[in-house]
């Protein structure tokens, strides 16, 4: 894949697949290096054998809810290509899920450690060397409509995302003197693993019954808005939700009560595509 133009660097966080992965994608073509982390080293050499980028592309098999994952990889960045401007914190599960009164408060922590406490490490280390850079940066973190309504997704989910809405604003504004913008997606329903774990008819009953607009949500476009958040085109948004969701906001979602209907019948723990299993406990009836 050859750059259009030697640029800058972007680190990408749950790169190894679906919406990270689509991303360095983009930054590839637009002429990035770029540093992916995941947990998922099998979706890590999958990346690194389709795209032909070596000189441009590393990847890192790093656990982002951990510090020491965080800082290796911002390192890896500096060290391998001078700096950091664009991080986008990305990696994410569906997490714990079930009936409030049955959900553990180990599964509850672990959801927001992987999708929250990630986004907050993500943004100290890429901002330290973004700061000591000179040169300001961007920073996108992955919401979700889940973080603004009550029917998107299950509970400690949708509390994570919130989470990440509200950083993004407090850091937008902290870190706007140093010229470094944050940001947030929201995806609606995109068609990743995490979302159709292999049923595709699974998406595309939202697409069909509550999704206003007609074309399936991908990765793609996803990583198209990222990529506007990430270059100078959008030098003056910070602190921004960006929903990207097909209109379903506008159309009020209770995607909890059609299509995970089902997850009132059971509770456990969803550890997305890490390469860990999940596990589900059935509720009596
Ligand atoms: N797919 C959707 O419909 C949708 C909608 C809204 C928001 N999102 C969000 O988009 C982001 C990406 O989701 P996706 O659909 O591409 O999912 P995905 O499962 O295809 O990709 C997520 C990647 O993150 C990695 N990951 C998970 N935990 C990690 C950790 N602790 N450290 C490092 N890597 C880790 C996984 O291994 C996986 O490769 C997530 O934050 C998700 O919550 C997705």
Redesign the pocket.
Known sequence: MPPTERRSTAVV????????RAAAERFLRDGYSVVV????PD?GRELIAELDAADRLRFLE????VES?TEALIAHAVESFGGVDVMFN????GGAFGPITEQSVEEWDATFA??MR?VFLGTKHAARAMIAGGRGGSIVN?????GSTGGGGPQA?SAT?AGVLSLTKTTAVELAPHRVRVNAV?????Y????HRGRPEF?DSWREQIQPWPDR?T?EAIADVVAWLASDEARFVTGAEVLADGGVIAAAPRLVDHDLAHLRTMSGMAW????RAAEVRRLPE
């Not at 790093?62 to 809810?65: G, H, T």
């Not at 929201?186 to 995109?190: R, V």
């Open positions: 966080t749950g790169g190894g697949g679906g919406i990270g982390g995941d947990l998922n979706r790093v656990d982002v809810s994952g990305n990696a994410g599960i992987v999708n990630s992955t919401a979700s409509i889940a989910y995302k929201s995806p609606g329903a995109i990743t693993e995490l979302l998406t949500g990765a997305g595509n890490t390469g």
